[in-house]
């Protein structure tokens, strides 16, 4: 059973910057497409970025496109989100989400995933 690790969440300005981190265990990481997903409060969990196992195509939400980017280090089994010129509207829990092994593309859809991290809490103020 893999277990997905996020970290780096917190408060920040609007216009700072985060990195998020996401570190998976238990299983071999460059098998499995990886993904961002993110909800708010009162709000349905909806994409944000995946991964493909090599790192080398990658899909954005429009809300993000340019501003964030997501890239994966299979030797440290790790899928990081960077987000610049952060906006109040990011505010929201983000996720993990790890694909099975069996799909080789990214899905934009919650139910494409069979294993979330806990979640790390980004706070954008205004």
């Known amino acids: 059973q893999v277990q997905l690790v996020e970290s780096g969440g917190r408060l920040v300005q609007a216009g700072g910057s985060l990195r998020l981190s996401c570190v998976a265990s238990g299983r071999t990481f460059s098998n499995n497409v990886m993904a961002w997903f993110r909800q708010a409060p009162g709000k349905e969990r909806e994409f944000v970025s995946g991964i493909s196992r090599s790192g080398g195509s990658t899909v954005y939400a429009d809300s993000v496109k340019g501003r964030f980017t997501i890239s994966r280090d299979n030797a440290e089994n790790t899928v990081y989100l960077q987000m610049n010129s952060l906006k109040p509207e990011d505010t929201a829990g983000y996720y993990c989400?790890?694909?099975?092994?069996?799909?080789?593309?990214?899905?934009?859809?919650?139910?494409?995933?069979?294993?979330w991290g806990q979640g790390t809490q980004v706070t954008v103020s205004s």
């Open positions: 989400a790890l694909r099975s092994a069996y799909y080789t593309g990214v899905s934009n859809v919650k139910e494409g995933y069979e294993d």
